[in-house]
């Protein structure tokens, strides 16, 4: 299995002069790709330009840039601009966000997001290839219908297309990463409910005329060892509480929807009920300990291997560890300790 580091979550969990020795720590220790996070703290483009600089093997990749908040043109000028500096080592990494993100940070309207993926990532490609910009969608026309600009231009920047991944969790966006893109950012993978993740993305797969092997399906996410599994369970109890009943709203909340289809209904949305109305304290007693048992990478290494093996077998191609640590010394030997793990079933 391949593996994948993420930088951070929402907020910055280290300040930047451990991301720093972070990342290149990982790509010491053979980890394969290194993600950056976009939400309301750091953008996930200006650390990757200076990490470029910094190391020399590592794939860097924006995991996720949210669709809408820039335009299609510049989002692909960006990916292709960063793939030029870094040698070829950069992934695109695109995903809808969510109603919090869009309306609170941005000021849009959370509207027609999925239609905006599916032109982004077309007119992406029409710039990786050096084709003439010119697009006609729902959302975006170029060149722009009744302007000035009559003759369509090239972006001529030098470099290899880089890979698109979509990071989705709804059926629909995972339908259209099946079709329309290279790879998968999962999140809240839950193995036991693979399935609600997978056959969608088979699903459109299939209809671009592809099968899922043609993608790279990453997975995984907060690692932490102990043998104190129920003071683990209780650790990451606030970490999904917040998740399911913070992380959109009442009406589109796509963290919570993921956990209803992966049968854990009623306690998402009582959590989500909970949350909301303000009784935050037992929104968190109220995340079932097999929620967190099946969405967290945590317990002794015995446990871990199992888990690790169990994503391997539902065909992940990538696992993608944010490991638990006070400082960047105790992120970097929890990340050394997991990568051993890893390889081991190689």
Sequence with gaps: MRIA????????????????TYVEEAERLGADDAWSAEAWARDAITPLAYLAARTS????GTGILAVGTRTPAMTAMTASTLCEISGGRFALGLGASGPQVIEGVHGFEFKGQLERLKETIDIARVVFRGDPLTYQGDHYALPRPGGEARRPLRVGIPCDPPAIYVGA?????LR????AADGWLGHHFIPEAAAVYLDPLREGAKSAGRTLEDLDLQAGGWIEFGDDLEALVDSRRAYLAFNLGAMGSARKNFYNDVYVRAGFEDAALEIQKLWLSGKRDDARKAVPDEMVLQSQLIGDESRLLERF??????GIDTIRLQPAGANVREQVANLERAI???????
Excluded: E, K, Q
């Excluded at 993420?6 to 969990?13: I, S």
């Excluded at 093997?57 to 860097?60: A, G």
């Excluded at 969790?169 to 966006?173: D, R």
């Excluded at 051993?340 to 190689?346: G, H, K």
């Design 5 to 20: 580091v993420t930088l951070a979550g929402p907020g910055p969990a280290l300040p930047w002069h451990d991301v720093i």
């Design 57 to 60: 093997r590592i794939r860097l």
């Design 169 to 173: 969790m709804s059926p629909a966006g």
């Design 176 to 179: 259209l990463t099946g079709a």
């Design 309 to 314: 093996a169990l994503f391997r077998s539902l």
């Design 340 to 346: 051993s793990l890893v390889r081991s079933l190689d």
